[in-house]
DNA sequence: GACCTGCTGCGGATTG
């Protein structure tokens, strides 16, 4: 029997709407998931790049399961952003509109009025977030059951977003109590961008699940590719002058006229940079007469000025290129461009995909991506990273690997302990009260989202949060919520589980420009650049938290600070085979050429090939050539042998004992030659553990534990030590 | 440690 063609699996409304739009033919992810969706009885993940139709993919058979049913079902549609869910409400209306079928959007924007027509007639499809749900369970714990009974499907959007963070932690928390309160299974529909390891995405989608995966044919990247290097001369040596940046000058030039007449994105990887180019491209644009078309995006910028880019991106008659950070990464619809740009090394290969796929959409169009890296003049007093052009060498690596099709798994490992307390608090509030069993039972038993960790370590968590106030338990038993947790779970800013800085509004003649993190000090009378033009601060109200500021001219460095990502060991292989090799990398320009060649020629002249340690003076570094968690993992177990460790670039930093470099070569074969010690044991000596939320509020051996599972690849610390000793013994 | 994301209920005033 021959499966019939997908398109004939849809309802006949959603088959005319289609036939009305002119829909010529089914994409390949919508023609595979469609029939899989249809029947409503499977979790499935689609796996495609942006603008490959993974809505509709889910979408259009899901609707089609509603049709076919009493028409009575829900539904749910889960979004990180809230630009999304109104992007996709406008969508999804004109569609609905034809079947009957109302959409609901449900964010913290939405009017009273809207949700309580949601309220009084709970069906067809809710666009929400996370957030917003979690505030359902606790504010209205006692109708979640009729609000949802209906059900029948989640659709999770970009779910690569939510793996690896407490958010994403949230998510399955949510997603668990909600099935446990209805009392069935719900299947759950995952749209994710490709992944290093689809099944992964789907362990997380469903812990335990065994859900079909849908993964875009692998189209082969049409990709025309630049690496242009520039190299920054020295700071002064009486080091009074500020250094001269002449680098990010050229590079703003090359920007200039490459970009304009055209819509582009370009990375420069951090909000500071961000207001450094636009700044530098919106003078440009006046020099030379033209009307200004390079726009800033980041986070911090308000959602008026953000909007403004985003419709200048969008609109016909004008060309727009967008400065931004990994605010436009992702699925916010700003229409295809022509080419991206990478400032200095990309955070990841997983996200260099993203951003070079907002380029060559339309059919026939290649993808354009422009790397730019600065690498600083060498002397005689450069340090190993500019010796070795590291992070041009990481650029090519994370490029190479991304044309190798080559991603990061996602980082399904996280316990995010510090979920685990707002959880449990949520569902005290949800319940009224609830025994500690049934909260055990509900958040740790199999296929739970917090599934393995012990009575015991749940029952020491509870005694810590009823220590500090957070939670007590009546005569009978029951646990609810303390003093201090009354407060919080009362509060609106309980529902989120990550948190964010306090931040000050910066405003000019009553408008709200965006918001600056604290941690930079403002006094009045500095210049600040903010959203590409520059303004003088005329007062800092530190009790309003409201930076009043003044249009001026002139440009002083820009604020927020600039930093890196964490790095996959995949990555750093890459980089020591491009180390090793000899052949030209041929898509790059002579400068950048010449910084492989440097990178190259310190490499084996310091005999990197060989070495392990490296003396460095003061420090011995260990060259480990392993990713940031296996670093990490490393300096620890040397910690705990009693050394002085950090976790560096290249490997592992030990303070020089007077033993020298024997000595931490002992170092490291004892830890070989040690069983791996307890989590325990290995941070006994660790302090600062705290990075999430809640992380204040756990005992500290669970605090090790939740930090561990985060940052520490311990397995392959101690696989490398392994090696290092089995090398030896074999010359 | 880069980047980013999100948020209720209620009371009181104002308006149609």
Known sequence: MTTPPAFELLAEPIRQY????QWESLRDVQERAIPVIVPGDRDVVIGAATAEGKTEAAFLPALTHLLQGDGKGLIIYISPLKALINDQFGRLERLCENLDIPVYPWHGDITQTSKRRFSQRPNGVLLTTPESLEALFCNRGTTVLSFFSTTKFVIVDELHAFIGTERGKQLQSLLHRLERVIGRTIPRVGLSATLGDMSLAGAFLRPKGDPVIVESDAKTLNLMLLIKGYEEKLASKNGDEDPPEIAPKEIAEHLFTSMRGTNNLVFPNSRREVERYAHMLREMCEEANIVNQFWPHHGNLSKEIRAETEQALKQKDATATAICTSTLELGIDIGAVRSVAQIGPPPSV????????????????????????????LDDRSDLATQLRLNTFRTLATILLMTERWFEPPMTSGMH??????????????????????????????GAPFEGLSKANFAALLRHMASLDLIMQDSSGLLLHGRVGERIVNHYTFYAAFTSDEEYRIVTSGKTLGSLPVSQMLASGQRILFGGRTW??????DVQKV??????????????????????????????????????VNFADARARGFVEQ????????????????????HVLVLTWLGDAGNEALACLLNASGAEASAVELGVEVRKVPGGMDEVMDRIRNVANRPVPHVEELLARASNLQREKWDWALPVSLLQKSYASLYLDIDEAHAWARSILDAQLTT
Request: charged share 20%; hydrophobic share 35%; with cysteine.
């Open 536 to 541: 003088l601060v005329d007062e800092v109200d």
């Open 547 to 584: 930076i009043a500021v003044s249009a001026t001219k002139g440009g002083s460095p820009p604020l927020f600070s600039g930093g890196g990502g964490r790095v996959h060991t995949r990555v750093r292989e890459r980089m020591r085979s491009l180390y090793q090799g000899k052949h030209e």
């Open 350 to 377: 997983a996200s260099l995909r993203q951003r070079t796929g907002r380029s060559g959409r339309r059919p026939g169009e290649p993808t354009i991506l422009r790397s730019y890296q600065i690498e600083a003049a």
């Open 599 to 618: 990178g190259r020629n310190s490499y084996h002249r310091l005999e990197l090939d060989d070495r392990i340690v490296l003396d460095q003076g003061s």
């Open 417 to 446: 302990l510090s979920t685990l307390v707002q959880q449990f608090m949520s569902l005290i509030a949800q319940h009224g009260g609830i025994q500690a069993s049934a909260a055990y039972g509900l958040l740790c038993s199999p």
């Open 18 to 21: 289609l036939w009305g739009e």
